[in-house]
């Protein structure tokens, strides 16, 4: 599979210099090993191929529907992006023990939390799984945002090139949750996690969580370096 993640990273690059005119100059501030979580707002099927063949060499490990796998030809390429199979309906304690090994052997995960495509770029209501595998394996997570692909289609019908940008933020840590009122402490940490990524939007864009930008820290706080 190595062979065929370089040739991927090599197609998207090629496909993506013709489609969409992106600025990733901020995944300079990536580190260059793990173990962190890159949590990523989902506006389409572009954000995810970009964001692993922009990080190379860096492998990115990703969380998809299992789905994916019931068409032979995306489910050779997700395997080749070393996509972990997700059964969304269940907890899938089997895929996250995947996620949790590519973290221990000081790797990225790669997380939507917002789970399906805004296709217009503005920030829907997430899921707290990321909250989840932040608390379990203690790795901090980065903030990832794209601003510009919501405008893919319609350049696409004018055969233009969508100019996009890749926002990096700050890493930090999610904070051991109370004992008690576990569940609202977890849609608190979520919402600061959102509140996040949301802050390296446009205020247009940010959606369910305009009003969780600049919140006090109190599950997240900001890794020092």
């Known amino acids: 599979m190595k062979i065929a993640w370089f040739v991927l990273v090599g197609l998207v690059r090629f496909f993506g210099f013709f489609l969409v005119r992106l600025d990733a100059s901020e995944l300079a501030r990536l580190p260059k090993r793990g173990p ?14 970009f964001l692993l063949a922009r990080a190379f060499p ?3 490990a990703s969380l998809a529907k299992k789905e994916t796998w019931d068409n032979p030809v995306m489910g050779f390429l997700a395997s080749a992006a070393g996509a972990i199979p997700l059964d969304r309906d269940l907890g899938d304690p089997a895929a996250l023990r995947k996620a ?21 770029g503005i920030l829907k209501k997430a899921k707290a799984g990321v909250v989840s595998i932040a608390l379990a394996t203690g790795s901090p997570v980065i903030p990832l945002a794209f601003e510009g692909l919501e405008g893919f289609s319609g350049n696409f019908r004018r055969l233009r090139r ?7 933020g700050e890493p930090f840590r999610v904070q051991p949750l109370p004992e008690g009122g ?35 820290e109190v599950y997240t706080k900001t890794v020092v370096a």
């Open 58 to 60: 860096r492998r990115v």
């Open 162 to 168: 969508t100019p996009a940008v890749l926002h990096v």
């Open 36 to 49: 962190f979580i890159l949590a990523m707002n989902h506006v389409n099927f572009l954000d995810g191929p």
């Open 100 to 120: 949790a090994a590519v973290l221990a052997d000081g790797g990225f995960l790669y997380i939507n939390p917002e789970g399906t495509r805004s296709r217009d």
């Open 182 to 216: 576990v569940r609202e402490a977890r849609a608190a940490a979520l919402r600061e996690i959102m509140g996040r990524i949301a802050a390296l939007l446009p205020e247009a864009k940010r959606g369910e969580y305009e009003g969780a930008v600049g919140c006090a």
